[in-house]
């Protein structure tokens, strides 16, 4: 819907110019019999991105919602006596979800009861807020290499391989950590520096390939990841990584001087990666919105022969995006490695890599919109495992939770039906590419 | 735009409807909020009778298990410490469980410690890779108890109770049976992955094959995995074939496919579910191709491929998480570190099933002297012991 470009911006004199689209397509003649909600008000119900894609969080919930019933036993047994007796069958779905839902809440944000207690007594604050504790924890690897990959979407470079980086500059900081031996204030930035050079490298290496010979970047970086975790499982079990007296695969552990330090006291997890998290989504922001060279990115990501007309080196921009991209992502295994885990075995990182890639879509690439991304799919993951803990319904469903989401926010035309709004500030989704193999 | 024009035609057409219309989901959707406060009233009511139900007539003991990446549904250790509380229930209804699944090695400090807020009588962590999160754990809760599967701790550790199995034992049972079993005289194996719970097994495999050669004079060959000639004691070191996976069963009938190609009539895969691929690469090979199953019978974990199984080469990860939880919930828990060898049942072969009429008396009675002789001690199930191939 590219032709009502206002749309998108209803300002100061929304209420004129947006009557003045409808009014020209609707022939004006009768006025309308009540004049529509005033702008900010209007503006929420009016298809833009936050709106969006709040709906689609909303959404999600709700097909969860409707997962968790279908998939639990007592509810469809109650769902069969339906006709009997409706207000138990409800009675049970409600309860089920409801309970689902709040034990996610209180697992990833704070339980209320603790809430009260601690500031009745003055004790426990550490029990209550190890949720958001845990959430934020969570949420660190995902804004680092989220805004990796974002980097590279708004610049229309597709860096599937955000995996083998994080684990390349989770080696590269580990064995920063073990190999030498040094106080905490030169020992620390050396850890950090490391993770987010062996990124860098694991990064460089298909931005150079696609610079020098044209190689696709997507099949290298997926090829790059099975490369970096066979590495990984090959290092694990090798002298200088595999923890001494161990003959599984497990490494060395970080000394205490390459660990970031906790940030509120030892009983909270939340460390100084979620600073550096943060210092670098205010650089992000700096880098694609007000420097040179972030410019010439983003010209080359919304129109490359214009770029390349304008005088800017295509290729030189493709290495320095998927070498950026790689250093963040190689700080997320940092942050991983020194912030909680301490020490790297086979098959580290799970899937952040990946869901690093859903989060520079659902935060459409913007450096504060992947922050924010970040945040909710921590917040998921760490109330999903209270969920389970709780109520017994498998974590899995926080990530089928997560994927409508972005499907979701992928079709915001479907949103947009569902809840009948107006405008088409439709906030999809938008790839800068020059398109596959481009 | 052609969406919007024809919305905008209707809203000017029918004005009327669809202001009605609006006011309709308008009072909807209110009174779906007012449903939704109302069952979520009932919601906590119900709840918190049933859980004052639930504490009024059992249940003070809550044993937790965290799953390794595997996940619950591994059809190896992680489902069999899961059966293990299965059993443990069904032995003391008092007991009730709960389990988290691990999707990377960074959940597991939380998992654990989510369970500790949940104040379980016992925490099971499964595999050494949550070996250190599990002692951190237990250090900062002494009074939490913890039992460990697939690790030893030294020195123990107080609250722990580490559980550790010679499957060297039982597989040592089950390669004298591939050999014995075998028509063409190549028998195959492949792991999960090169580490010491994974190779332990084929040291005793392929140490059972080595004496099946020796005593019968027969010249078996052991495909998937050459033990090294020098090793320090303990350790189950050497070359094979390895999926990396414990989860893909693609892996595993490649793995299977290539043995077979090379000759191998039984195939022993140490892989947790990727072995179902193996199985289902045994099936399409068709007559006179078989399997061994590991961990646990495989007839029972997967029945649909029991007509493949001559045996399983068993570990007793259920029965003695079982008895770990019993324990915790009579008060007579005890840590520090566990052996399940083939004197105590930690360990063992299971029945033969589909081939219990088809393996000859003759190789039924070797194996129970074989097993009298490994727990004597005057077997050894080390495959340097025994000229290989």
């Not at chain 1, 079990?237 to 006291?265: C, E």
């Not at chain 2, 028998?187 to 994974?198: A, E, L, M, N, S």
Request: glycine residues 12%; positive net charge.
């Amino acid at each position: 819907m590219p032709d009502q470009p206002g749309a998108r911006n209803p300002a100061a004199p929304a209420p004129a110019s947006s009557d003045a689209t409808s009014d020209a397509t609707s022939d004006a003649a009768p006025p309308r019999p009540r004049r529509p909600w005033p702008a900010p008000l209007r503006r929420l119900v009016e298809a833009n991105v936050a709106v969006v894609t709040f709906l689609s969080v909303f959404s999600a919930l709700l097909l969860g919602g409707v997962l968790i019933i279908v998939t639990t036993p007592a509810v469809l047994h109650a769902l069969a006596n339906i006709v009997s007796s409706p207000g138990r069958a409800l009675g049970v779905a409600g309860s089920t979800v409801g309970d689902a839902y709040s034990a996610m809440f209180t697992g990833a944000i704070f339980s209320p009861s603790s809430l009260g207690h601690a500031i009745s007594t003055g004790h426990g604050w550490t029990a209550t807020l190890t949720p958001i504790s845990e959430s934020l924890v969570s949420a660190t690897p995902l804004i680092l290499a989220g805004i990796g990959v974002a980097i590279g979407f708004s610049t229309g470079v597709f860096n599937i391989g955000a995996q083998g980086q994080l684990i390349a500059g989770a080696l590269a900081a580990l064995y920063a950590g073990f190999a030498v031996r040094l106080p905490i204030g030169i020992h620390l930035p050396i850890v950090v520096l490391a993770g987010a050079a062996g990124g860098a490298i694991a990064g460089w290496i298909p931005g150079y390939l696609k610079a020098r010979t044209g190689a696709h970047e997507v099949i290298t970086t997926i090829m790059l990841n099975y490369v970096m975790l066979n590495l990984l499982n090959y290092f694990l079990t090798t002298r200088p990584f595999q923890q001494p007296g161990q003959s599984n695969a497990i490494s060395k552990t970080m000394p205490s001087t390459a660990r970031l330090p906790h940030l509120f006291g030892s009983g909270l997890r939340v460390n100084a990666g979620l600073v550096i998290a943060l210092v670098l989504v205010a650089a992000a922001w700096w880098f694609t919105r007000r420097s040179t060279l972030g410019f010439s990115f983003r010209v080359i990501g919304l129109n490359p022969r214009a770029g390349k007309t304008a005088g800017i080196d295509a290729r030189r921009v493709t290495v320095l995006v998927l070498t950026i991209s790689g250093a963040l992502a190689g700080l997320a295994g940092m942050a991983s490695l020194a912030g909680t885990d301490y020490f790297l075995s086979s098959g580290y990182g799970g899937n952040i890599g990946f869901n690093a890639i859903t989060v520079a879509l659902l935060g459409r690439n913007r450096p504060v919109g992947v922050l924010l991304a970040a945040l909710l799919f921590g917040a998921l993951e760490v109330g999903g495992r209270n969920m389970q803990a709780v109520t017994n319904i498998p974590i899995d469903l926080t990530s089928v939770i997560q994927a409508l989401i972005v499907l979701f926010v992928a079709t915001p035309v479907l949103v947009r039906e569902i809840y009948r709004l107006r405008g088409t500030g439709d906030g999809s989704i938008q790839l800068s590419t020059s398109g596959w193999g481009g | 735009m052609a969406i919007n024009d024809q919305a905008h035609d209707g809203a000017r057409v029918r004005r009327p409807r669809s202001a009605r219309r609006s006011a309709l989901v308008a009072v909807l959707s209110a009174s779906a909020l007012g449903a939704t406060a109302v069952s979520a009233g009932v919601a906590s009511a119900s709840s918190r009778t049933t859980r004052a139900a639930r504490v009024a007539h059992a249940s003070p003991f809550l044993a937790c298990e965290v799953t390794d990446t595997g996940g619950i549904d591994d059809r190896s250790f992680n489902a069999s410490a899961y059966q293990g509380l299965q059993l443990a229930k069904a032995a003391d209804p008092a007991i009730s469980f709960k389990y988290l699944g691990s999707t990377s090695t960074s959940n597991y400090t939380p998992n654990i410690n989510t369970f500790i807020a949940k104040k379980c009588g016992i925490i099971i962590t499964v595999g050494f890779d949550m070996a250190s999160a599990t002692q951190a754990a237990a250090k900062a809760h002494p009074s939490q108890k913890f039992a460990i599967v697939d690790f030893t701790y030294t020195p123990a550790i107080k609250n722990v109770l580490a559980l550790h199995y010679d499957t060297n034992q039982d597989g040592f049972l089950g390669g004298y049976l591939a050999a014995a079993e075998s028509k063409t005289g190549k028998v195959g194996t492949f792991g999960g992955q090169d580490i010491p719970t994974v190779t332990v097994y084929m040291d005793g495999w392929v140490a059972g094959v080595r004496y099946y050669d020796k005593v019968n004079h027969a010249h078996v060959v052991a495909l998937g995995w050459t033990p090294k000639k020098v090793r320090t004691a303990g350790s189950f070191a050497g070359n094979g074939l390895f999926t990396n996976d414990f989860v893909n069963q693609t892996l595993g009938k490649t793995e299977a496919s290539t043995l077979m190609a090379q000759g191998a009539d039984v195939i022993f895969p140490v892989a947790g579910s990727v072995g179902l691929g193996a199985a289902a690469a045994v099936k399409q090979a068709g007559a006179a191709h078989y399997m061994e199953w590991v961990d646990t019978d495989g007839c029972i974990s997967a029945p649909q491929y029991c007509s493949l199984f001559l045996t399983s080469v068993t570990k007793g990860i259920a029965p003695s998480v079982k008895a770990a939880t019993l324990s915790a919930a009579k008060g007579t828990f005890a840590g520090g570190n566990y052996n399940g060898t083939l004197t105590n049942g930690g360990v063992s072969l299971s029945p033969f099933h589909d081939f219990n009429a088809t393996i000859p008396a003759k190789v039924k009675a070797a194996l129970v002297s074989l097993k009298a002789g490994i727990i004597s001690g005057k077997i050894s199930t080390d495959p340097d012991s025994y000229p290989a191939g």
